[in-house]
Nanobody, 112 residues
Framework: EVQLVESGGGLVQPGGSLRLSCATS????????MSWVRQAPGKGLEWVAG????????TYAIAVKGRFTISRDNAKNTLYLQMNSLKTEDTAMYYC?????RGQGTQVTVSS
């Protein structure tokens, strides 16, 4: 059974940082492209960043490029999202995603 478990969200002030983690199991993690997506209150799902299986290729949404960094540790079957210079508009539930499957999410709230 594929499992994706996000953690690391919380309340942070504008300009602050958070690091999200996604612990995975049930599949060969190193073979799979992974993504982070988010959903703000009242809005649809938004793709944030992606990374290939080996970790050498990363892509970002324009809204987060230069502020967020996606990475992975294939030895630990874990995906990460380092978020710096956070803005109020980054407030959302963040999910890691493998194909059509995503976890339960972790809430990120950016507010003063």
């Amino acid at each position: 059974e594929v499992q994706l478990v996000e953690s690391g969200g919380g309340l942070v002030q504008p300009g602050g940082s958070l690091r999200l983690s996604c612990a995975t199991s049930g599949f060969t993690f190193s073979n799979v492209t992974m993504s982070w997506v988010r959903q703000a209150p009242g809005k649809g799902l938004e793709w944030v960043a992606g990374i290939n299986g080996a970790g050498g290729v990363t892509t970002y949404a324009i809204a987060v490029k230069g502020r967020f960094t996606i990475s992975r540790d294939n030895a630990k079957n874990t995906l990460y999202l380092q978020m710096n210079s956070l803005k109020t508009e980054d407030t959302a539930m963040y999910y890691c995603k493998r194909g059509l499957t995503r976890g339960q999410g972790t809430q990120v709230t950016v507010s003063s």
